[in-house]
Structures are given as structure tokens and as C-alpha cells.
């Protein structure tokens, strides 16, 4: 009998890990660019939250990916809490699918076959099949966990009496609310949890009331997965974090007080002989209801938060957040955002010190910074996979990988003084460090830019260094051998110049790579600046 509950919930939790990895990757960055593109209002929020989470199977995808978007810059505040409210009623679906098939009919006859189908497709296809195999399996799965459990909660049903819970008062419901959180907690999903409850009922274990004050338990039991999706992480994921568990502690608290009304209503609706599908139905009357207070309330909710929870830390950092960290697409955007940032500060930097004084670009951000914001991207990126059969996130992750090496490159120049000192003090290196400062000013201001605009050419100004370079080598070289230069000012003005030529081509190549991240492109065609240097002159290679 527990033997049969515990398999019947492990093979549902499965399915559903199945299901809901499948369709991520089978959708590729359709639910992603939906959240980026659709949610212009808070309607519109609203519709997409409960699409997606309708579609992806899992509020706590929508929830991390929203985190994510928010603590990135991605999604405004308050549409993002819109767009939470529609994943609380996106995830009544599966309350539906459980109550109005999975327990209406044995589904074993075909829920196998679907799982042998959809194991196979996945072991002997690759990519987006493969992931739609992963579905499939999980799919049914899930229905066979339902059989399982129904044969589990019947044993129960004939040994427990559901009189010997308490109800009465409101002691009694919090103690049933509490077993809904605590159900959610330990299985990690509100949707296996509801299942679980929707059999239970279906059984006799549960009675109508009871099992209402439970699921009132398990929707409150899932912000539990955004709170620790939002520890550590940026300040605007925190706020939805809170957004989120206000939502769903207010909607639960209502539906608590009104719970003898609300299943009354839903029991005159459905009628005394289905409970799994009142239960259903109570599930999302509450949740609607919800969000018909909280939607109009979302701005003053959305202010309230900004002020008890201000911002704080490194502004290069803040987009940054560990609630995307199982959301390789919300990881990499958060990444790339970041690295922007870091990628202009870097080279304001490098336009300061080549070209200091009046003409300088201001600003306050200095190399330690950079190094520091720099290392919190490369760990944030850390634990992140990206999977080629979603070639948009897996190409913006390389690329952005590929900036983060060039930036860091043209920090560390940026820490050798003695180089810095020798083109100040010889008039045609200097001449060269003040035609390049102009050009990664205009680079900065490129990165730091909202609308969708051509990059920056300076591989030309790369070129023209590479070019200058190998010009100005053989004429030193002479200056040494007639005596007009010792060997090492000779050495010191080669290093110089060379020092010159790398901070323009890193700021070429990191550019080039933040071009092609913000669109998840292949590598565009060389020009004929990308020749390696000479390693004896730059000790670097193309990358």
C-alpha cells in the first residue's frame, strides 16, 4: 500500500521531469522569446505566464525564468509579476489533465506503449527529436505513476477514515494547509503534489473540504522554489521572489476563509459524484480569483517591494542571478547583458588611459572592478550547460565566453604600466594610443546602447594598428642598429607600440563576439584583420 503511494508519486515525478525537460528543449527559445517579446502589458503578461506554464508543464520553469529576465534587465518589474499570476493558473492544467483522464480510466493499456515509443525515439535520435522522445516518455509516465497511486490511495482509503484529520475550525484547516506546503516541499513540485491529493480524494481518502484546504497548502508551497531561486541572487529576483509569495499567501489566505463558500459554489458546479474535478475546479476558481484583486493592486505591490527592498552591490553585477542557474537560455541572456556592461566599463578604461585629460571619457569603475565582475560572470556560467540542439543558447554561450577572455585580456595590458609610460613619452606612439581611444569610446557607447544598431567597425582601427605595427617595428629595429635608440628604449618603444596593437585587437575581437551573443549567430566571415599576430611580438592567436 505505501510501497504502491511512494512508486506511484515516484513514477508521476518522473514523468513530469521528462516532460517538462522535453518540451524546454524541444521548444527551444519559443517560450523564452514569448517572455521577451509578448509581455508588453500586464494582460499580456498575464496570458503568456499561464501559455507558458500551460505548455512547459512547470510553473517553476516560468517562475526561475522570469527571476532570471527580471535580474537581468529583460522584463519590467511589474509585468513580470503579471506574468507570475498567469503561471499560478497555468499550472492548473495538469490538476485538470489528472482529474478529467488520468482518473477517469485505466490508461496502462496505452500509457506503456507511449512510454516505450517515446524511450525509443529518444535513445536513437539526437537533438529536438531526441528531446520530443524525452516528452512523449514523460508523458506517459505520468499516467502510469496516476494508476499506481490510485492503487496505493485505495488500500489507504479502506483502512483510514478521512474524519480522523482535523477540519473543524480554523486550527484544524491550517493543519491541512500545512500538510499542502510541506507535500510541496518534499516532492518539489505542486503539480505531483496536487495529483496526489486529486487521487486521494477520487479515493475517499480525502474528503471535499479537507482535501481543498490541502491543495490551498501546495499552491502556497510552490513560491518556495522562487525563494531559493532568488537566494544570493540580484535584487530585482528577490523582489519577484517576494511578488510571488505575496500572490500566492494572499490568494491562499482568501481561499481559506472563503473555503466553505468556494466549495459549495464548486460542488453545486460539478455536482456531489466527481470530487477530483471539484477539486479541480476549486484549484482554479481560487487562483483566478486571485488574480482579479492582485492585477489592478500590481503597481502599488510592485512599489512597495522597490522600497523594502532596495538596490544594493556592484551595478556590474546586478543583472546576475542564480535563479536561472537548471535555464541555460535565462543563464546566458543574464550572462550576456552582464558582460555588456563589463565590456563598456573595460573600455572606457582603456580609452582613459590611452588618451587621459580633457578628451577622455569619464568614469568611476576601475580594472580591480572589472577583474572582480569579470570573475562573477565566468562562476555565474559555471555549473550553466548549454545544449547545441538549441543552437541560438548554445552560440550566444560561446561567444559570450569568447568576450569574456578578450575583456579580461585587455585588463591585464591595461596593469602594465611600463608600456603605458613609454607611449605617453614618444610622440608617434602617442599618436597612435589617441587614434585608438576615440574609436573604443565609440565601441563603449555602442554596448551600453538599447536599440538594435550596427557594431562599431573598429576592426578597421585593429587593422590600421596591425598595420602601423609591422611599419614602425623595422624602422626601430634601424634606430637601435645606428645608435639613435639604446637596445632597450628600442625594446620599450616595440613593447609599447605592440601593447597598443593587442588593447585594439582584443576590444576588436571582444565586440565582434557581444555582436554575435546578442543575436546566438554562427561566426561571421574574418576580414583580413583577423590574421594571428606574430606570437613573438604579441604572444597571442586568434581566437
Known sequence: MIGALLGGVGLFLLGMELLTDGLQTAAGDGIRNALRRYTRSRASGLAVGAAATAIAQSSSATTLAVIGFVGAGMLPFEQALAVIYGANVGTTVTAWIVASVGLKVSMSWFALPIVGTGAVTKLFTRGRRSAIGAAIAGFGLIFVGIDVLQTGMAGIATTFDPRQLPLDGVGGRIVLVLLGIVTTVVMQSSSAAVATTLTAVNSGALTLEQAAAVVIGQNVGTTVTAIIGAVGGSVPARRVAAGHLVFNVGTGVLALLLLPWFVALVNAWVGPGDPSVAISGFHTAFNVLGVAIFLPLTGQLARALVRYLPDRGSALTSKLSRAGASLPAVSVEAARLTTDDVGRATLELAARTLQPGEGAVRGEIDAEAIRSALLAVRDHLRDVRSDPATPEVYRAHTSVLHALDHLRRIVDALDEAENETTARATPHIRALAEELAPRL?????????????????????????????????????????SGELTAQEGDAQLAAVAWIDRLGYHAWRAIHHLHNADRGVAQAPQPPSAEPRDREETDETLR
Open 441 to 481: 569610446t565609440v565601441a563603449a557607447t555602442w554596448l551600453g546602447a538599447d536599440a538594435d544598431v550596427p557594431a562599431p567597425p573598429i576592426h578597421e582601427a585593429s587593422r590600421a594598428l596591425a598595420e602601423r605595427r609591422r611599419v614602425e617595428r623595422p624602422k626601430t629595429l634601424a634606430r637601435i642598429a
